[in-house]
T-cell receptor
Framework: DVKVTQSSRYLVKRTGEKVFLECVQD?????MFWYRQDPGLGLRLIYFSYDVKMKEKGDIPEGYSVSREKKERFSLILESASTNQTSMYLC????????????FGPGTRLTVL | DAKTTQPPSMDCAEGRAANLPCNHSTISGNEYVYWYRQIHSQGPQYIIH???NNETNEMASLIITEDRKSSTLILPHATLRDTAVYYC?????????FGKGTRLSVIA
């Protein structure tokens, strides 16, 4: 079975802190994705990566950056956390460019105070 | 990517079949129909996908109309654990775009 893990289920940070959200997949998938989910807005794509050291902006990249130094790991970085970044963050991975099935991690619920 | 239209909510009696409709009238020839579900406080879970033909797996069946403008996800014997939000997504070679889905409540 595909396994996508995220470093924390719950995280509380203060405004202005630098926050790292880690995602690891164990199926040698080329593609990895970061989404955020908010009530009434659904899931929105922040960034994705088709290969190591490659990244593409999604629909809402502002305030975020990403890092993919190894194939199995995709990190989402909040350079200076703000209260409007309080959300559920979901990581996903898949085999090919985008048409293949995406598998999701359990999510990290981030609260920024 | 083509957009989809789903009813916001549905109820289903436990043990009965749950039929979840989805309209995607602007679907292109190379776009697939995907279904995911999200149980409360969990990440989305892949259910099934198809291009033209009907598909079945251990979780569900997918019926796609001949003109491909709509589809139906069928959970043959719904259980309480099937209570979730179900997303119908039409996509080509791009990341998933989630709409608001259908909130399915399975009632004992």
């Amino acid at each position: 079975d595909v396994k996508v893990t995220q470093s924390s289920r719950y995280l509380v940070k203060r405004t202005g802190e630098k926050v790292f959200l880690e995602c690891v997949q164990d199926m040698d998938h080329e593609n990895m994705f970061w989404y955020r989910q908010d009530p009434g807005l659904g899931l929105r794509l922040i960034y994705f990566s088709y290969d190591v050291k490659m990244k593409e902006k999604g629909d809402i990249p502002e305030g975020y950056s990403v890092s993919r130094e190894k194939k199995e790991r995709f990190s989402l970085i909040l350079e200076s956390a703000s209260t409007n970044q309080t959300s559920m963050y979901l990581c996903a991975s898949s085999w090919t460019g985008g048409a293949d099935t995406q598998y999701f991690g359990p999510g990290t619920r981030l609260t920024v105070l | 990517d083509a957009k989809t239209t789903q009813p916001p909510s549905m109820d289903c009696a436990e043990g009965r079949a749950a039929n979840l409709p989805c309209n995607h009238s602007t679907i292109s020839g190379n776009e697939y129909v995907y279904w995911y579900r999200q149980i409360h406080s969990q990440g989305p879970q892949y259910i099934i996908h198809g291009l033209k033909n009907n598909e079945t797996n251990e979780m569900a069946s997918l019926i796609i109309t001949e003109d491909r403008k709509s589809s139906t996800l069928i959970l043959p014997h719904a259980t309480l654990r099937d209570t979730a939000v179900y997303y119908c997504i039409v996509r080509g070679n791009t990341p998933l775009v989630f709409g608001k889905g259908t909130r399915l409540s399975v009632i004992a």
